[in-house]
C-alpha cells in the first residue's frame, strides 16, 4: 500500500489533547504553502506586467530600468525568496509566546506610504476574518493576541526588505511592490482563510472575552 508521505499529519484536536505547538505547524505550513503558490505567480506574471507598462514609455532610460528589473528578478529569485522566507518565519518563531517583529525593518520614504495604503485596503477588506482568526489563536495561546503572523502590513514589510537583498535601485524596487500587491496580496483571502479553515477544522474556538 502507497503512503502519501506529503500528506498533512492532523494533530488531535484542542479538546482532546492536541498539542498547542502541532496546531500552529500545521497553520504555518498551510499557510506557507498557499503564500508559494501565490509567489509563484507573482514570478510567472511580473515579466508581462513589466512589458505591459513598457509599452507607454518612451525613454530609453525607462526602458532599460524595466529591463534590468526583470533580469535581476530572474536571476535571483532564489536570493529575494529565501529572505521574504527567513523574515516571516522569524515572526512564527516567536509567536507562541509573544511576537517580536523587530528583524522587520519599516520601510522609508514613498514606499512607506504606498505599503501603508496598500495594507491598509487589504486589512479592511477582510477586517472580519482576520479578526475571527486573531481570536481563535487567542484561545489556543490562551493569551491576549493583538499582531500575529498573518496581518497584511507584514507582508508587505518582509517583501520589500526581501527585495534590498538584490542589485536594484529604491526606485527600480519600488516598481515591484505594486506587482506584488497585484498578484499576491490581491489574493489575500486565500493565506487568512486557509489559517482559519484549519483553525476550525482543530476545533480551536473563537474567544469572545478578552484575555489575560
Not at 529572505?83 to 511576537?99: A, G, I, Q
Not at 477588506?125 to 475571527?132: D, N, P, R, S, W
Not at 493576541?145 to 497584511?152: E, G, I, N, S
Amino acid at each position: 500500500m502507497e503512503v502519501n508521505l506529503g500528506a498533512d499529519v492532523i494533530p488531535l484536536p484542542l479538546k482532546n489533547g492536541g498539542t498547542k505547538a502541532a496546531i500552529l505547524n500545521l497553520v504555518r505550513k498551510r499557510v506557507d504553502e498557499k503564500m508559494e503558490f501565490l509567489m509563484c505567480g507573482l514570478k510567472e506574471n511580473i515579466a508581462d506586467a513589466l512589458f505591459e507598462e513598457m509599452a507607454a514609455l518612451d525613454e530609453q532610460e525607462a526602458l532599460t530600468r524595466h529591463f534590468n528589473i526583470m533580469r535581476v528578478m530572474k536571476v535571483d529569485e532564489a536570493t529575494y525568496q529565501a529572505k521574504f522566507e527567513e523574515l516571516t518565519s522569524s515572526l512564527w518563531n516567536t509567536f507562541p509566546v509573544e511576537m517580536d517583529d523587530s528583524l522587520i525593518d519599516e520601510s522609508f520614504g514613498k514606499i512607506a506610504e504606498l505599503n501603508q495604503r496598500l495594507s491598509y485596503r487589504v486589512a479592511n477588506h477582510y477586517k472580519v476574518l482576520i479578526q475571527e482568526t486573531r481570536r481563535r489563536f487567542q484561545t489556543l495561546l490562551k493569551r491576549s493576541v493583538d499582531a500575529h503572523p498573518l496581518l497584511p502590513e507584514y507582508y508587505y514589510r518582509c517583501f520589500w526588505q526581501s527585495l534590498a537583498e538584490l542589485d536594484l535601485t529604491y526606485e527600480e524596487r519600488s516598481f515591484i511592490m505594486p506587482l506584488f500587491h497585484r498578484f499576491v496580496m490581491d489574493r489575500y483571502g486565500q493565506i487568512v482563510s486557509t489559517a482559519n479553515q484549519t483553525l476550525i477544522e482543530l476545533k480551536v474556538d473563537i474567544t469572545i472575552q478578552q484575555v489575560n
